[in-house]
């Protein structure tokens, strides 16, 4: 079975300032790991997957990703915070077989302060 | 715009009654899915269909059913409705089926409140 863990429910930086939103996953074959953003009162977007090309996966908005099997970690990575980057984040996780579902985290709120 | 229509977008009903959620898919995507966000569970998937057919199941209540059109289009019909059901409700589609590196894009949701 697959699941991933986001260590934060809520997580505040100043705007200019690094983000990083942490995602730990648990999965018994390859995994396919995804992060996708959630604007208030929209559905989900996706930023960025894994899908075992490279190891460190570029995104949409400036986002990255880097996927690191020994610390079983796919944590979201911003050098510089928008104010417009403020929603939620949810890491999934899908096994690289068979019919398997989107798993996803519980989420990460960033907030962006000026 | 991801392209996956949901309507409606809002939907506030009475306990005990039965709604029908619609979603259209991407344009040649085969594969729908459909989940559920609540404050309590966070996002779960309820069911996936490929093409017509039902091919994955997750935490879809009995009262909870679903179907895919010959169109591709699917319904997510929620009857006995309960006050806990009162959630997002997320319609994704996706082109291939299992195993695949596809995407799963998603719509905007219906909002459902049952009073």
């Known amino acids: 079975a697959q699941s991933v863990t986001q260590l934060g429910s809520h997580v505040s930086v100043s705007e200019g300032a690094l983000v990083l939103l942490r995602c730990n996953y648990s999965s018994s074959v390859p995994p396919y790991l995804f992060w996708y953003v959630q604007y208030p009162n929209q559905g989900l977007q996706l930023l960025l997957k894994y899908t075992s090309a490279a190891t460190l996966v570029k995104g949409i908005n400036g986002f990255e990703a880097e996927f690191k099997k020994s610390e079983t970690s796919f944590h979201l990575t911003k050098p510089s915070a928008h104010m417009s980057d403020a929603a939620e984040y949810f890491c999934?996780?899908?096994?690289?077989?068979?019919?398997?579902?989107?798993?996803f985290g519980t989420g990460t709120r960033l907030l962006v302060s000026p | 715009d991801s392209g996956v229509t949901q309507t409606p977008k809002h939907l506030i009903t009475a306990t005990g009654q039965r709604v029908t959620l619609r979603c259209s898919p991407r344009?040649?995507?085969?594969?729908v899915y459909w989940y559920q966000q609540s404050l309590d569970q966070g996002l779960q998937f309820l069911i996936q269909?490929?093409?017509?057919?039902?091919?994955a199941k997750g935490n879809i209540l009995e009262r909870f059913s679903a179907q895919q059109f010959p169109d591709l289009h699917s319904e997510l019909n929620l009857s006995s409705l309960e006050l806990g059901d009162s959630a997002l409700y997320f319609c994704?589609?996706?082109?291939?089926?299992?195993?695949?590196?596809?995407?799963?894009?998603f719509g905007p949701g219906t909002r459902l409140t049952v009073l």
């Open positions: 269909y490929y093409n017509g057919e039902e091919r």
């Open positions: 344009s040649g995507d085969l594969s």
């Open positions: 994704a589609s996706s082109v291939q089926l299992a195993g695949s590196t596809d995407t799963q894009y």
């Open positions: 999934a996780v899908k096994a690289n077989t068979g019919f398997q579902k989107l798993v």
